[in-house]
């Protein structure tokens, strides 16, 4: 009864090892992806890559912290805006349309629009 009970332990033991594998292996590679991700986005961004000592950072950094430099890396690579429509105003090309544009300016100016 003894090692029929031993050997039912043994079994457990071995079980919840592979699980403990299994888990250890899917975290593993979700960082792997997660760090190819954000290098990738860096090297896009700047044209250099990590070297090993931001690599052995960053791949025993907290996920949470991960997760918060690939949206930032993300956010970057989609751009963070674009000029000011203000200042996007085609300028005048010839000396009457700086006189219209000035004039337009000044009557904006002084009826506080602007």
Known sequence: MELELANVFEKMADYI?????EKALVEKQARDARLSSIQ???????GESFD???????SSADPTVLETIEKLAHTTEEGLGGPSSRRSQIAPLTPNEEVKLA???????SIGGM
């Open 52 to 58: 090993e000592e931001v690599l052995g950072k960053l």
């Open 103 to 109: 004039g337009d300016r000044l009557v904006n100016f």
């Open 40 to 46: 990738e986005k860096f090297s896009a961004a700047t």
């Open 17 to 21: 090892e592979a699980v403990e594998e």
